[in-house]
């Protein structure tokens, strides 16, 4: 069946609506910049959607943990061997997505008999010229840059409302704590509806768009907190060190939260 | 740039990762006959002792093929990583390579197993690497015997290794020195641990670090492969301490007021 070229179409059309529904749920993961480099957040039940990959890489995932952990192991293996057989300023993102990861990816999702991956990236780098950038990787292989920092989210309507918070913040300027907590913020925000979208929603009907409040998952700071994981992945500048990435500790994490719920 | 997707590949083995793709270095080389006599070529001095703070390791800066000096700016103290650092001896183009190679192990092994090697895996990768390169090493061309010196932040304590060219180690207790120039400063390090102004392991930063400098010299007087520093051309020894910080080199401007110090009897 798959020779006829409307059945394959109709077969990607499908695996793009199971892998979006596959993906519904994955809690948003937010890259911004601060003045002193690039920051990535993200809260979740179960630790392990943060990562470093290389000296000025940073990795953040949501999706199937198996195929995170996939994708992430890839990313190690072609920066480092790359790293090692060059120089470690020739590891950038986008030439690992251009020529290895996006490619794969696309791929890998068009080939019907096999398993898509269940995933979206966010990925940070402090440039050689000291810049942060941001990158947005889909489950096919589409990939996007970011100068001001970006989100990656299972749900579109939030991704889309934290993307215009990020836009409108200058977080270029701020220190670490004031970024993480305005991305905090913002990540508390997104998750809101507008009460003109809750309105419209009910009247047609679309109550799927309200599943997030029905599964009870956190819709504020103060019950994600208590509930779930906060990770936290720096990558800051000027340290005298090849490797810039670091992780809050769960004391400072204590600390951030008594700053943000006050 | 990129390899098959379908396997997890999560020994976080950065060797295996290179023999996997085909990029670990070549062992032997077809054409050359063995070094019957074993000769290791080592023209350099480099050292470490433990002091009061941690571990200090130094060495001079001369690269020499033969009689020929080829160069005067050769850093043989090189980070691995935060928390490690190592002095070669031997054929730099090898050398440096390991360098890379384990650096490149310790941190893809952090970042793939979330978290760090442990000391003693460490200690045993550059073992490893060093009994790869014997058939190098018997043939003459890729012979290494290096320092290696690291803090372990959980037993919060620095331990300094060395090790012979066929890849055993030996964990140093007080100080070693390698290279053709450190047979003249073995006996100094000696009498200094037992007779000095305190036990090296008792000194200060200041005084451990003021010693290397003296050492250095000395080899230079006495080894034609060692070079010796020339302030006036802002050339010093490469000296680095590993303490619970990480390793940290002695700028060059802060090596020219110790270095002038030093240089004077006190």
Redesign the interface.
């Known amino acids: 069946m798959f020779e006829e070229p409307f059945r394959w179409m109709e077969a990607i059309s499908t695996r793009h609506s199971y892998v979006r529904e596959k993906l519904r749920k994955g809690q948003p993961v937010i890259g911004v910049p601060y003045n002193e480099g690039a920051v990535i957040i993200g809260f979740s039940p179960q630790p392990g959607k943060i990562f470093e990959i290389y000296d000025r890489i940073a990795l953040g995932g949501l999706g199937h943990p198996a195929d995170v952990e996939r994708l992430r192991m890839t990313l190690l293996d072609m920066a480092h061997a790359e790293g090692f057989n060059r120089s470690s300023k020739d590891v950038t993102i986008e030439r690992l997505l251009q020529f290895g990861l996006a490619p794969a990816l696309k791929q890998n999702f068009e080939e019907i008999q096999r398993a898509p991956y269940l995933i979206q990236m966010l990925l940070a780098e402090i440039n050689h010229e000291d810049g942060a950038e941001f990158f947005r990787v889909n489950y096919d292989g589409y990939w996007e840059k970011f100068k001001q920092g970006t989100v990656i989210s299972g749900d579109k309507k939030v991704s889309e409302r934290i993307q215009k918070k990020i836009d409108d913040t200058d977080f270029v300027s701020c220190t670490l704590n004031k970024s993480i907590q305005s991305a905090l913020r913002i990540w508390e925000e997104g998750r809101k509806k507008p009460a003109l979208e809750k309105e419209s929603l009910k009247s047609t009907d679309d109550s799927d768009e309200l599943d997030d409040e029905i599964e009870g998952h956190p819709t504020d700071l103060k019950e994600a907190f208590e509930r779930w994981n906060l990770e936290v992945g720096i990558l800051k500048k000027n340290t005298g060190r090849k490797c810039l990435y670091s992780t809050l500790s769960e004391s400072e994490i204590s600390a951030l939260q008594s700053e943000v719920i006050r | 740039?990129?390899?098959k997707?379908e396997k997890?590949?999560?020994s976080g083995d950065?060797i295996e990762?290179?023999k996997r793709?085909g990029?670990y270095p070549q062992q032997v080389l077809s054409g050359i006959s063995n070094n019957k006599a074993l000769e290791i070529p080592q023209g350099t001095t480099v050292l470490a002792f433990h002091y009061r703070d941690g571990i200090i390791v130094a060495g001079d800066r001369r690269a020499t093929a033969g009689n020929s000096i080829m160069y005067d700016r050769c850093d043989k103290v090189i980070p691995i990583d935060?928390y490690s650092l190592m002095a070669i001896a031997g054929v730099p183009a090898t050398a440096f390579e390991m360098a890379?190679?384990l650096s490149?192990n310790f941190?893809?092994y952090r970042?793939?197993q979330?978290r760090a090697m442990s000391t003693e895996g460490k200690v045993r990768a550059l073992s490893k690497l060093l009994k790869d390169n014997v058939a190098m090493a018997l043939q003459g061309v890729g012979g290494v015997s290096p320092l290696f010196a690291i803090y372990d932040t959980q037993q919060e304590k620095a331990f300094l290794y060395f090790y012979d060219m066929l890849g055993a180690e030996f964990q140093i207790l007080t100080h070693v020195a390698t290279g053709s120039g450190s047979p003249m400063i073995k006996g100094i390090l000696e009498h200094e641990n037992l007779w000095g102004i305190s036990s090296l392991g008792e000194r200060s930063e200041e005084e451990a670090t003021s010693l290397s400098i003296r050492l250095l010299q000395t080899a230079a007087q006495f080894d034609s492969a060692t070079g010796q520093a020339r302030p006036e051309d802002k050339l010093y020894p490469t000296i680095a301490k590993i303490t619970k910080e990480g390793y940290q080199f002695i700028p060059d401007d802060e090596m020219a007021t110790i270095y002038k110090s030093s240089m004077s009897r006190s």
């Open positions: 740039m990129i390899e997707f997890i590949h999560s950065f990762l290179l793709s990029n935060d890379r190679m490149h941190e893809y970042r793939s979330l």
